[in-house]
Each structure stands twice: as C-alpha cells, then as structure tokens.
C-alpha cells in the first residue's frame, strides 16, 4: 500500500525557513517521479516542484518559488525533502507530496499523479 507522511510545517515569519520532509512507503521511489504541490485556503492545488526518477534526475519548479524553494530526494530512506527559504505570507498553504503515475499529460497537472499525502500545513506570517 503506497503511503506518505508529511512532516516539517509550522509557523513562521516572513523571511524565515522550513524543511518539509515526506517519507515514502510501499514502493521505491527511486523509480517514480515524484513532487510537491500545495493548496491555499479556499483554492485550489497549485503545483509547487517535481522531481524526476531516478538519481539526478530533473528538477522543475512554479516559477512563484524558483530561487526559493529547493526539492531534493533521498532515494536510500525513501524520502523526499523541500526546502523553503525567504518564505512569504503568499506561501501559506497545506502541502502534499504525490507519485506522478501517469504520463499521458504535463507534469504540472494534478492528474498525472496517482498518490498523495494527507500535506503539512505552512503558515507565514508579515
């Protein structure tokens, strides 16, 4: 059964960091591509970054983070990792990790993807 936990949310000001952590089961996720996506209150879910399969394998980003934010993955704990620096109140959202099983669309679009975490809630305050 394919499960993520989410863990590493709070509450921060403006300015600060956050490492967001999603632990992976049930499948190896060396060999998916996996990614962040994230959802505002009363909005809906917003692509944030994926990562390619693989080791070293592509990495792209929305570009409202691109320079900010950093997604990684430890394919040895089965783990995957965001890192978000100069945080803004417009970050503010719950976020969920996903597996992108499907290829029969863009990498940005929900549907591609088959799995999800229950998300982590970031707050940001000004």
């Known amino acids: 059964q394919v499960q993520f936990v989410e863990s590493g949310g709070g509450l921060v000001q403006a300015g600060g960091t956050l490492q967001l952590s999603c632990a992976a089961s049930?499948?190896?996720?060396?060999?998916?591509?996996v990614g962040w996506f994230r959802q505002a209150p009363g909005k809906g879910l917003e692509f944030v970054v994926v990562i390619d399969a693989g080791t070293g394998g592509s990495i792209y980003y929305a570009d409202s983070v691109k320079g900010r934010f950093t997604g990684s993955r430890d394919n040895a704990k089965n783990t995957m990792y965001l890192q978000m620096n100069s945080l803004k109140p417009e970050d503010t959202a719950l976020y969920l990790c996903a597996r992108r099983g499907r290829y029969s669309g863009s990498r940005y679009n929900t549907d591609q993807y088959d799995s999800w975490g229950q998300g982590t809630q970031v707050t940001v305050s000004s």
């Open positions: 049930g499948f190896t996720l060396e060999n998916y591509a």
